[in-house]
C-alpha cells in the first residue's frame, strides 16, 4: 500500500448497479470505510424504498452519512459536501480509505471538481420562475431554462422544477448563467488522491434487476415505508417526497388489494428503469474519464493493485 494511504475511492453508478457490494469488498480489501453518495439515501424514512443497505449487506464494513436527516429536512449537495469532507479526512487521519458510493453524480461533481460560490439572485427573480411553473407549467420552465443556460439545463435529469427554477433565476437574478458560475470551482479532493470508476451493466440486465428488487422491496415493508411516510403529511415539494417510487407506493399503500397495487407498483419500476437510463447518461458525459465497468467484480479486479490481499 506505500504511496496510496491517502487515496480515496469512488464508486459511482446508476440504481440497481451493484455499487453497495462492490463498496463493502474494496473497504475489505485495502481497509476502507464508505460515506453515502445518494441523495436520497441519506433521509431516515426511506431505508427499503432507497435500498439503503442493512445491516448484513454492511459486513461489519462501517457505513457514514446513511439515514441520518429527516425527511422534514431539505438536504442539498452543499450540506452533503461539507459532512462528507469531514468525515473522510477522519477516516485518512486513521490511515483508512474513504470510499464513496452512490448514484447521485452531482454528489460526485462537487468531490471532484468542486461546488461553486453563486451569488443568490433574489426574491422577486425566484417568485417570477415559480409563476412562470404555476401559469405555464413544467415544459415552459424548461424552455425558459434551456434559452437563458442551455449548458446547465442540458444536466437536469428529467422534470426537476427546482433545479430548472434555479437556473432561471440566477440567470435573471445575477446576469450570469448558473453553468458560468460553476466553472469558478475548487475540488475537495485534491487531483491525484482519488481513484474512481463507474458501474455501468448491460441495459436490458439492468431492467430485470431494478423490477426484482421492486417486487422484493413491495413485499418486505416498501408498502408500509411508503404509508408511514404519507402519514407525515409533509410538504410534497420536500425530497423526501419525490424520491423515485415514492409518489407510486404511496398511491399503490392506500390500494385494498393486491390487484389495485399493481398498476401504481408497475408505474414506479417504470419510473426507475427511466431514472436509471437518465443516470447512465449523465456518468457518460459528465464523466467521460472516469473508467466504465459492467460489474463490480471487473471494477475490483481494475484496482486490484491497491488491495492488501487479492480482491
Not at 500500500?1 to 475511492?9: A, C, H
Not at 405555464?136 to 422544477?161: K, M, S, W
Not at 459528465?286 to 480482491?311: V, Y
Amino acid at each position: 500500500m506505500s504511496g496510496t494511504d491517502k487515496i480515496s475511492f469512488c464508486i459511482a453508478g446508476p440504481t440497481a448497479s451493484g455499487k453497495s457490494a462492490a463498496a463493502v469488498r474494496l473497504a475489505k480489501a485495502v481497509g476502507g470505510e464508505i460515506i453515502n453518495a445518494d441523495s436520497m439515501q441519506v433521509y431516515t424514512d426511506l431505508h427499503i424504498i432507497s435500498a439503503r443497505p442493512d445491516t448484513a449487506e454492511m459486513d461489519g464494513v462501517p457505513h457514514h452519512l446513511f439515514g441520518h436527516i429527516d425527511g422534514s429536512v431539505r438536504h442539498n449537495v452543499g450540506a452533503w459536501l461539507e459532512e462528507a469532507v469531514e468525515i473522510a479526512e477522519d477516516i485518512r487521519s486513521r490511515g483508512r480509505h474513504p470510499i464513496f458510493t452512490g448514484g447521485t453524480g452531482l454528489y460526485f461533481k462537487a468531490l471532484t471538481v468542486g461546488l461553486a460560490q453563486i451569488p443568490e439572485p433574489g426574491k422577486a427573480v425566484r417568485d417570477e420562475a415559480e409563476q412562470i411553473l404555476a401559469d405555464r407549467g413544467i415544459d415552459e420552465l424548461r424552455r425558459r431554462a434551456e434559452y437563458l443556460d442551455p449548458l446547465a439545463t442540458a444536466r437536469v435529469l428529467g422534470d426537476d422544477p427546482q433545479r430548472l427554477g434555479r437556473i432561471v433565476s440566477v440567470a435573471m437574478g445575477t446576469g450570469n448563467p448558473l453553468s458560468a458560475w460553476q466553472t469558478q470551482t475548487y475540488p475537495a479532493l485534491a487531483a491525484h488522491t482519488w481513484r474512481a470508476g463507474v458501474l455501468m451493466p448491460e441495459r436490458q440486465m439492468l431492467y430485470g434487476r431494478i423490477n426484482q428488487r421492486f417486487d422484493e422491496m413491495a413485499q418486505s415493508g416498501g408498502l408500509e415505508e411508503a404509508r408511514a411516510l404519507s402519514a407525515r403529511d409533509l410538504d410534497s415539494g420536500l425530497p423526501v417526497m419525490k424520491a423515485i417510487g415514492v409518489p407510486e407506493l404511496i398511491t399503490a399503500s392506500a390500494a385494498k388489494t393486491d390487484q389495485d397495487k399493481t398498476p401504481a407498483i408497475d408505474l414506479a419500476k417504470q419510473q426507475t428503469r427511466r431514472f436509471a437510463k437518465r443516470q447512465m447518461t449523465w456518468f457518460r458525459n459528465q464523466t467521460p474519464d472516469w473508467p466504465k465497468f459492467e460489474t463490480g467484480g471487473d471494477l475490483l479486479r481494475h484496482w486490484s493493485n491497491f488491495a492488501q490481499d487479492s480482491i
